[in-house]
Each structure stands twice: as C-alpha cells, then as structure tokens.
C-alpha cells in the first residue's frame, strides 16, 4: 500500500450569503472543479438568535448535477417540486439528484427560527454524466440514526457514510453512479486510512481542527488536492478533527457550468434556462 502525495492547498474563501457565514473552497483560483466534485459551500459555523429570518435559499432551480448536503448543526427543510418534502437535523444529510430539472427550496424549519441555536452545513455538488443528465430527479433525506456509523482506531476515528462502501459497510444512499462520501471526526490522538482507488479523484475538505498529512500539520478550511500516486491516505490529528471525505472516478467530459446548471454545452445551458421559463421544473409546493 502506498500513500498519495499532497499536491495542493485550496484555502476555502469568505463570501457570506447576507448574515450566514460562508467559506467556499470550491470553485476557487486556479481549481475550477475536481471533476466530478463541481462545488461546495461551508456554511457557519455560527448561533443564530431567537426570532431569526433563518436560511435565505428560498425556491430555485437545478438542472445537470446532484447536491448532497450535510447538516452537521441546527436543522434543514427541504421541499421541491417532484413532491419531496422532509426535515433533516444534525448528524443527517440531503442528497438530491436534480437531473432533468427541478425546483427545490432549502430553508429553516419553524422551530429553528423561534428559538435559534447553532448552525453548520456543507453543501457539496456532484456532476452527472452526459447519459444522465436528464434522469428524473430524485431526493433522499437520511436522518442521523440511519446513517452507517463505522468506528476505527480504537474508537477514536468515528465514519458516517453517506454513500459507496467502507470497511464492507453500504453507505445510507443509493447513487447513479459510483461515489464514496464520509464525514470523519478524528478524537485527538486519533489516526485514519481512508481509500483512494488508482484513478479515482479524491475530494478532501479540512472543516474543523487541525488535520495531519504526511507528518505535517494543516489548518482547517482547506481543500486539499492529491496526486494519483497511491491507493490510500493517511491522516490524524493530535486535538482532534473533522474533515469531508470521498473518492469518485473522473468524467471527463466537457462542463458548462452556469448559476444553477451544470450541462455539457452552452447550447444546453440555454436550452436549461428555456425549460425553466417556460415552467417545465414546476413549482415548490407552499
């Protein structure tokens, strides 16, 4: 087994969406995508007081590409116009495959606009292939309970997978196509192996604490970019960490990438905001 080589640091950017505190690693400079992880946004973390307006992502659409969101504090709605509807709290995740177009709105529930309280959450987006640009889209929300918990190093390193396989554990959701993700927390002291298969892009976010690769310390709010030199990673920390975690074969294929749609052509790109128009996403139920 060998370890793959750090390449590059992408520290995450500040570029806050009104009072939510947002850093956004990618896309970045000189790192456009990590195909086929296209974008993720670092919201919070943050307390928001009593009688809040909550989040701001109220109705809009997506066409081309899936969001997989995860809730690691607070609370998050999730209503689109194929019918989907759930509330997600933290420890929890929302995968949605947006495919041939739809509407979804993200926002606070109720409750957490009354009474406040803490609030962070990772958004990240992943690319369809040309095949499957428009299949129906789809939804899953998993609650913390039914997300697949694999512990490691003496229970020190603790692994919530979202999807693929680990350690012949099956991740809570099924995907179109091939993709691993994990949140992992790392106790202090603690030390991780995770996989990165020959050829496939490994997507690994710092997001809390200060993570240790190759012997050297790294701060958090980093994306980091690996070269495909070995079929595994090693990380530890010695005060504790958690990072975001997975592994995807590449695409390649052409990526147009416009606001909220994610295609192959320009072409498609506007045949996208045509469809929107014309109310071909339909609408969020109220």
Known sequence: MTARTLQHRHPA????IGDLQTRRPLPGPGLPHLDPFLFLNHHGPQVYPPHNAGLPFGPHPHRGFE??????AGALAHRDSGGHESVIEAGGIQWMTAGSGLVHAELSPAAFKRDGGDLEILQLWVNLPARLKFT???????????MPLIEEDEGRVRIRLTSGTHQGVQGAVQ???PITLMTVEIAPGGRATLPAPAGAMVFCYSVRGTLQIAGHDEAPWQLFEFADDGDHLEVASRDGA??????AAPFAEPIVAHGPFVMNSAEEIRQAIRDYQAGLFGDVPE
């Open 136 to 146: 129906p889209p789809a939804y899953q929300g998993v609650t913390a309970e039914a």
């Open 175 to 177: 995907t179109p196509t």
């Open 242 to 247: 958690v990072l975001l975690y997975g592994h």
């Open 67 to 72: 969001t997989v969101t995860f809730i690691l």
């Open 13 to 16: 950017r500040r570029d806050d």
